[in-house]
């Protein structure tokens, strides 16, 4: 049996037939439980990646990952490998700009940092450069707080 849950799976299965501003609202306003990451992980990737999406639906797939639970290291690796390709490779720069601030939500990010500090330099967009490297310092500073102040103590 599987564990992901009825919203979930609702939205796999009729995403394809809602509009474009339906597709937007139930991904602006879905919250995924613990066990549908594995349904909708690659989902998710492939509705970011798909460029005949509207924008603003390709960009609501992407932030839903910083609300996913991924406890799969293969599908994290998969879904960082996925989010810094449209980081660095997608014509809408709102698109590049999600992608890569959502890097660091997923687990396994610190094995990133080089990839992504590359892929700031790389950007010609001023405000995705910015963003993404936002994003960086305040994962490298939850990184380093947990460190030092774990949260069990």
Do not use: K, Y
């Amino acid at each position: 049996m599987s564990s992901e849950s009825a919203a979930a799976r609702d939205v796999v299965t009729d995403f394809a037939h809602w509009s474009a501003d339906r597709r937007f609202s139930a991904l602006r306003t879905f919250v995924p439980e613990d066990g549908d990451g594995p349904l909708l992980a690659l989902f998710l990737l492939a509705v970011a990646a798909d460029v005949s999406e509207d924008d603003l639906v390709r960009i609501e797939a992407i932030r839903v990952f910083a609300i996913l639970r991924i406890d799969d290291d293969s599908l994290a690796e998969r879904c960082r490998g996925a989010l810094i390709h449209l980081a660095r490779t997608d014509d809408d720069w709102d698109v590049r700009n999600a992608a890569g601030c959502a890097v660091f939500d997923l687990p396994g990010a610190e094995r990133e940092l080089e990839t992504m500090r590359s892929l700031i330099a790389a950007e010609q967009e001023d405000f995705v450069r910015e963003n993404v490297g936002a994003a960086l310092d305040m994962f490298l500073r939850r990184r380093d707080s947990a460190w030092f102040h774990p949260l069990d103590t």
